[in-house]
């Protein structure tokens, strides 16, 4: 009996002195926390931060280099800066910044952009997230009147392109003189899902009149909203009891 309590004794013992696998006990290897993030760029100045971290502190300070991907969409100089490709992580520390500034004129003629950046250095390099993307998005506080204004209309439904007047409606609508027809008043509701996602949602609304089925035609839809003034929707042509004639993309664009 007294063995097989100095067997158990020893093996409890020998089970306390095994290391513990969540603890993690490797080198300080640097990797990008996340595998991608939204910079939403606006027209004030003010950097963004991406962190470039260890997998634990070192004792000495640890400098890590990265480059900018070829496989970005972003140009550098053009729609973004890097303060410095070189961020030195000080020792007892397990993290320091990439800082970047976007530019928001720039985004807001071209559209949004990837950024893609890499960890340069082989070693000490985590062998995980050497790489992150930065989505560069041109943004504006939203206001449903900074909205209201002259837009350019591009129809895929009409294949045309034509100007069209907005003016700011009850609660966040835009309300549009027409959109297709003279004498053909629609309203686009606004709806904001977080701080910096915007919708738009059409009610059904008759919006032209098709001189061969001699009756209005209807539409509806939604699309997503750009604050700096872009509203990309998804819009059916329908009539009552008849059928529909499919959805479009339309784009307008804010002059």
Not at 47 to 61: M, Q, S
Request: charged letters at 15%; hydrophobic letters at 40%.
């Amino acid at each position: 009996m007294k063995n097989i309590f100095r067997f158990l004794f020893i093996a409890l013992v020998a089970m306390g002195c095994e290391p513990d696998p969540d603890i993690y006990d490797g080198p300080g290897q640097a990797h990008f926390p996340q595998s991608s993030y939204d910079y939403f760029v606006t027209s004030a100045e003010g950097a963004y931060e991406v962190p470039v971290y260890l997998t634990k502190a070192v004792g000495e300070d640890r400098t890590v280099t990265v480059e900018v991907s070829g496989e970005s969409t972003a140009e550098e100089g053009v729609h973004f800066s890097i303060a410095s490709k070189s961020v030195t992580i000080p020792a007892g520390e397990l993290s320091a910044p990439v800082s970047i500034t976007g530019d928001f004129e720039a985004l807001g003629t071209d559209g949004p952009q990837e950024l893609v950046l890499t960890i340069t250095q082989t070693e000490n390099t985590a062998g995980f997230r050497q790489q992150t993307t930065v989505n560069l998005i041109q943004f504006c506080e939203y206001d449903i009147n900074s909205l209201a204004g002259i837009y350019t209309m591009n129809s895929s439904f009409f294949e045309a392109q034509y100007p069209v007047v907005s003016q700011a409606g009850d609660g966040d609508a835009l309300d549009y003189e027409f959109l297709y027809q003279a004498d053909y008043p629609i309203t686009i509701e606004i709806i904001q899902i977080d701080d910096v996602t915007f919708e738009a949602s059409i009610a059904d609304q008759a919006a032209w009149y098709s001189a061969f089925y001699e009756t209005d035609v209807y539409i509806r839809g939604s699309g997503q909203v750009n604050t700096c003034g872009q509203l990309t929707l998804s819009i059916e042509h329908y009539i009552p009891g008849l059928g529909s004639f499919g959805s479009y993309t339309e784009v307008l664009v804010l002059n």
